[in-house]
């Protein structure tokens, strides 16, 4: 069954037509029509949120719980639908999309749950000490509050669990926060899809219709004006490091400065110690091929490089991962786009001074095949493009003399998602020696495992010193993530009457 889309906005429960239109770029079958956003759009959108967060910011925990699981509930209503349009339009396989659906409806419900423990409130009472000397101290309590209307933009990696009902939506719409979402022009469609299912939760939950809104991709005034509309009191993006830096600086000039959370990706390295590399390096450069090509490498925690002593364990490992990658069929990446620009990345890996080509490829318009690459220590840090992201399939290799060069590296490299250590028994002195470094680069730590894969839980951290994202003492995936649309309140000598009920 093909879905249809009707290529409108959702703007405060009305579907919204406007006259300027895009055709989306699908992987497959006939492109679909869609409204360009504009500046208006976004200022009638935000307005509702506005207004709808004096009543939807005081909701109880219960009522906003039950919301989050019908969201879930009719994004599941809707599943072939959605899988159908999402593979379409993305080029993604059908069990990707599932499992990403599983995901989507999956933190949405951990929310719920998270919201009904209360724990997030963090709830402190001093009380008052009316005999203290020399001076009395009052009755002071706090309480985490919801900030306001949220910006979210959609991912084009996830088009459902980092966009229009993603992550930062979830955890926005937890904390009490309205949300008005610009959609990715790669996935308008699934966008208008699961927006329908968001409205059908308001109704069902009889919320006000301005806690959600959708506008789908237009020019970039319609970003702009988003992150600057002064209304809005935080920002969720994830994306490049290029688009994501410049919406922080908005941010950031606005008259009255919000933060920005963004996540802009990170080459996540790996770093293989000699132990590990003798007893296991085959099969580590087997494994990690199977990592790097994972949905065509278009992961923000893809490892792209791995770090290994020279020698012949080094090159039993490079020679694994080249016989691996070499047997990796073509991909469909998520949009021309894309591809080009992974294109453009190979040949500037490839360019470096000092830098081997192992495997190489031609790739098709939107196509992605593997290539790897290996450099001396030296010549990367020499070299700081080498250490930049590209969004694909894509590792380089490098080597290293011993394990002072070893730290080296890993001190040369900037702010990380994640970072891995490959590691035996007999590497924990050199284990230990580089934690101090990789706690301070990354904002998850690995060993013996690969760090595509980020699990939806309490203790997740998915964010990392910049350029990784924008604000490294947040999280964009767990239930943590809902600290970033709060802000603590303290209540001195209020009585109970005037007391949030959580408090009283």
Not at 92 to 113: D, K, V, Y
Not at 214 to 227: A, C, H, M, W, Y
Not at 326 to 334: D, G, H
Request: charged share 20%; proline share 7%.
């Amino acid at each position: 069954m093909r879905f249809t889309p009707h290529g409108k906005h959702l703007i405060a429960g009305d579907w919204v037509a406007t006259e300027q239109q895009f055709e989306n770029e699908p992987a497959s079958g006939p492109a679909d029509r869609f409204s360009v956003g504009t500046p208006a759009l976004v200022d009638a959108a935000v307005q509702a949120a506005e207004e709808a967060f004096w009543t939807y910011g005081a909701t109880t925990r219960a009522k906003r719980a039950a919301f989050l699981t019908a969201i879930a509930d009719e994004i599941e209503a809707r599943a072939e639908a959605i899988t159908e349009i999402g593979t379409r339009e993305t080029g993604l396989p059908q069990a990707r999309l599932q499992g990403e659906r599983g995901r989507t409806t999956g933190q949405l419900r951990l929310f719920a749950e998270h919201l009904l423990k209360g724990d997030y409130l963090d709830r402190r009472f001093d009380p008052a000490l009316p005999e203290r000397a020399p001076l009395p101290r009052p009755d002071i309590r706090l309480m985490q509050r919801p900030i306001g209307p949220v910006a979210v933009f959609g991912a084009s990696n996830f088009p459902l669990a980092f966009s229009t009902a993603g992550g930062d939506t979830a955890a926005a719409l937890a904390a009490g926060c309205p949300v008005v979402v610009k959609g990715h022009s790669a996935h308008p469609g699934t966008g208008e899809i699961v927006a329908e299912a968001i409205l059908a939760a308001l109704e069902t939950c009889q919320l006000p219709k301005g806690v959600f809104s959708l506008i789908q991709g237009g020019k970039r005034d319609v970003g702009t004006s988003l992150v600057q509309h002064p209304l809005i009191n935080a920002v969720g993006f994830t994306g490049s490091l290029g688009g994501g830096r410049a919406l922080f600086d908005l941010c950031a000039q606005r008259p009255n400065p919000i933060p920005f959370f963004g996540e802009l990706g990170s080459v996540n390295p790996m770093f293989v110690l000699p132990e590990a590399a003798a007893a296991r390096g085959e099969a580590l450069g087997q494994a990690w091929a199977g990592s790097l090509t994972m949905g065509a490498g278009q992961f923000c925690t893809n490892p792209g490089i791995a770090v290994i002593t020279d020698g012949p364990h080094a090159e039993a490992f490079a020679q694994s991962a080249v016989s691996a990658l070499s047997q990796s069929a073509a991909q469909v990446m998520l949009t021309d786009g894309i591809a080009a620009a992974y294109r453009d990345g190979a040949a500037r890996i490839g360019g470096g001074a000092g830098v081997q080509g192992l495997l190489t490829s031609t790739c098709g318009p939107r196509e992605a095949k593997p290539f790897l690459y290996r450099v001396k220590a030296a010549d990367w840090i020499a070299n700081h493009a080498l250490s930049e992201e590209v969004f694909g399939p894509l590792g380089l290799i490098v080597t290293v003399s011993d394990a002072r060069e070893m730290r080296e590296v890993a001190l040369s490299f900037a702010g990380q998602l994640t970072a891995t250590l490959h590691l035996d028994a007999g590497d924990a002195a050199l284990g230990r020696s580089l934690m101090p470094v990789l706690e301070r680069k990354a904002g998850r730590v690995l060993a013996n495992g690969f760090p595509t894969g980020v699990e939806v839980c309490d203790a997740m951290v998915h964010g990392g010193p910049y350029p990784a994202s924008t604000n490294f003492g947040a999280t964009s995936v767990g239930t943590m993530s809902i600290r970033r649309f709060l802000r603590p309140v303290s209540y001195q000598n209020l009585p109970d009457a005037l007391l949030p009920d959580d408090l009283a």
